[in-house]
């Protein structure tokens, strides 16, 4: 007896269509995803400022070496005074409080550092350049920006350094400094300024 399946008059059955969703090439997108909504991870109360407990904090990524933005920095200066267009510096300098007493090393330094620089390249446009010039100071670049603009991120970035230290129970300081390019200053003067208010 035939098969009612292979009747030619009968239309052959549909095959149910596969999707398959395709593992992310990089996985750390979903992390990265995953932070941007829910904020930094909560990570148990270190007792000190050990490398070892500080090794799950975010990388520095995408941030200029020193020679890239100084060479950003005198490009927007030029593009600053040839057309009038306003430019900011915002410096960023970090310190430990060490309840002992004792300077920070470079290792505990440099742990740090990089859940810094994370959160100043989150908040920033793609626009703004960064940079970390020295172990613990970083310098931001914001293109067509204006005090009172560069002060609005100032505020978010400080508070979402604040939050991830208090989440991960450490104790540091952390201080912003911004100057802007006018008629009466330019944007190399800015960057002076703000050098000199940090060393103050």
Known sequence: MPDDRSHPDRPAPRRARRFVVRDAEDHRTTEKIEEFLTGPRKRARPRGLRPAELAG???VGDLDTRTDFVAAVRREALRSERYGHPATIVAVEFAIESSGGRPANDRQIDRLAGPIGFTLRREARET??????APNRFH???PETEGGDAAGYIERARLACEIWFGGAGLA???RFEAASSSPRQSLSAALEAVEERLTA
Do not use: F, G, H, S
């Open 57 to 59: 904090a975010p990388a």
């Open 172 to 174: 540091v300081r952390i």
């Open 140 to 142: 931001v670049l914001m």
């Open 128 to 133: 703004d350049r960064i940079a970390r010039v």
